[in-house]
């Protein structure tokens, strides 16, 4: 038996609760892993709290990453004894996830975990701290560079948001965030953010074309708030779009990419091919420093998730939720 959230679906509706399970319950998987540390995301939190049509089958273990040690494996990739990283692949979707101290999982979605971190280290960074490295390799696709001009970052208090700004700021990049929390502006400069700046600038309508300011942007927002950063871009700037925190549609005109040469760059990690994702936890181990981890990440136990989820979507929460579970540093 196993402790696990788990989310379940009936004629009245979805609940959630901290449950026992059976080995015998653990989905199909050709390598089973011990879960040590794992993360509080917000698709997590819509999974949770329902608020969102994340789970596409029931009954479901939410958590999209992981972090533990192989205990059984049929794959000859991986070895009892292996300390492994899982983000994304559907799981907390479609396959159970990481918020339970047993995870049974396709050999193939495995990473392994980079010397540079310990296990909690690296779900402080987890999947948004991966696409937050994501976005900073497109943006480097694209011929930005520090001396170009600044880059700005929406959502900068969140998980994404917070890691972008830290690698950035470290790649020498002057780095403008945006966050509707004034009260972190403190952190956010700790971090690495040269400016702060309301996100009530970039939340309303705006015109199809504004001053020339970004020579690059990472955007978690979507929206109005993507709109309006595609219409502030300087020539030939990149903007890589990873989020829809502020919504789903983009309500802007061809002017920025027809007049401006502005390259709009989408990001996905859920399906980002495995030489692409180690790349970017190689860079993550070169590039982030650990240090900041700690000043960017709460800790809360696995039956403390189920009331964050709703905190997180608040947006009362702060950089990152870490989850312990079964030993591991």
């Not at 609940?15 to 993360?39: K, Y």
């Not at 400069?189 to 309301?198: D, T």
Request: aromatic letters at 4%.
């Amino acid at each position: 038996m196993f402790e696990a959230i788990l989310i379940e679906k009936n004629e009245s509706g979805q609940s959630v609760r901290l449950a026992q399970i059976d080995d015998d319950a653990l989905p199909e998987g050709d390598v089973t892993v011990r879960v040590c540390w794992s993360t509080l995301n917000y698709k997590d939190a819509l999974a949770i709290t329902g608020k969102g049509p994340v789970v596409r089958r029931f009954p479901m273990v939410p958590g999209v990453d992981l972090a533990g040690v192989v205990e059984a494996s049929d794959n000859p990739a991986w070895q009892p004894g292996d300390r492994v990283v899982l983000n994304g692949w559907g799981v907390g979707e479609t396959h159970w996830g990481g918020l339970a101290h047993k995870a049974r999982l396709k050999g193939e979605w495995l990473v392994p975990l980079e010397s540079a971190f310990s296990m909690s280290q690296a779900m402080a960074i987890g999947t948004a701290g991966y696409t937050a490295m994501l976005c900073v390799i497109a943006l480097e696709a694209h011929g930005v560079t520090p001396g170009d001009g600044p880059v700005l970052v929406t959502g900068a208090a969140g998980g994404v948001g917070s890691v972008a700004v830290a690698l950035l700021s470290k790649l020498g990049h002057e780095v403008v965030a945006v966050t509707g929390r004034p009260e972190e502006s403190d952190y956010l400069k700790q971090l690495g953010a040269a400016e702060i700046l309301p996100r009530s600038d970039f939340s309303e309508p705006g015109r199809p074309l504004a001053k020339e300011r970004w020579a690059g942007a990472v955007d978690v927002a979507g929206g109005h708030v993507l709109a309006n950063v595609c219409a502030s871009m300087r020539y030939r700037g990149t903007v890589a779009a990873c989020g829809l925190a502020a919504g789903m549609s983009l309500p802007v005109t061809v002017a920025p990419f027809i007049l401006r040469g502005v390259t709009l760059a989408g990001v996905d990690s859920v399906m980002c091919p495995q030489p692409e994702r180690r790349e970017a936890w190689r860079r993550l181990g070169q590039d982030l420093d650990p240090a900041i981890l700690d000043g960017m990440s709460e800790t809360v136990a696995l039956g403390e998730c189920i009331p964050t989820a709703a905190r997180l979507l608040e947006g009362r929460v702060r950089g990152r939720v870490i989850v312990p579970l079964d030993g591991g540093e």
